[in-house]
């Protein structure tokens, strides 16, 4: 995106360390491996799945690629999360009556009840994260962030295209059999799955 004729040089950087990117990848990962650490020992999650299982509860019911557009995470690696929470019993699966190749995913009762512990602790660790910033600070950081956020998304839309239109394009509808193949079986307990990391939305705390 060219500057606008008003805008102002930038300053130049001294290294690395003030480049724009490598600031929010770095908050990204202390806020991962912190997040991590707790939300793995409390709550038998990775981050990975704390935040698709916290998109889909967010957007339910929604498709594979409704979550792909949301979190920008590859379809078949996304795939694999999804199968792991309905294998665990957090996420529960029906096909669409338009297309029975397309699946909509929501919560399980119990799915409900752990995002909402989950989502309990990080509110209070959002708490503590903010805590040196006061209530206009945050209302201001949050606001640039999205707008900030904005133009990230317009930038990879015009160089990669939307991860719908890169599904229809490729002619990959969700495939139901093999989310219900993977989903066989009785419902494993969320501790009993390796917690390795398997997605991440880039946010610090999680």
């Known amino acids: 995106m060219p500057p606008r004729p008003h805008d102002a040089p930038p300053r130049r950087p001294r290294d690395i360390r003030d480049m724009l990117m490598y600031r929010i990848v770095r908050l990204a990962k202390i806020g991962d491996r912190t997040g991590q650490l707790v939300i793995s020992r409390r709550f038998g999650l990775n981050v990975g799945d704390w935040r698709v299982l916290g998109a889909i509860h967010a957007l339910a019911p929604v498709t594979l690629a409704g979550l792909a557009r949301e979190l920008y995470i590859d379809k078949g690696q996304l795939s694999r999360t999804v199968s792991g929470l309905i294998e665990t019993g957090l996420v529960s699966h029906r096909a669409s009556t338009s297309d029975r190749r397309q699946n909509f995913f929501g919560t399980t009762a119990r799915g409900r009840k752990l ?92």
Request: aromatic share 6%; hydrophobic share 35%.
């Open 115 to 206: 995002h909402g512990e989950v989502l309990a602790y990080i509110t209070r660790r959002n708490v503590e994260l903010l805590a040196d910033l006061d209530a206009a600070e945050q209302a201001e950081f949050f606001r640039l962030l999205d707008k900030i956020g904005a133009t990230f998304a317009r930038s990879y839309d015009e160089l990669f295209g939307t991860p719908a239109r890169q599904d229809e394009e490729a002619g990959r509808p969700t495939s139901r059999s093999r989310i219900a193949r993977k989903a066989g079986g009785a419902p494993k307990r969320a501790g009993e799955r390796r917690n390795v990391g398997r997605a991440s939305a880039g946010a610090a705390g999680s």
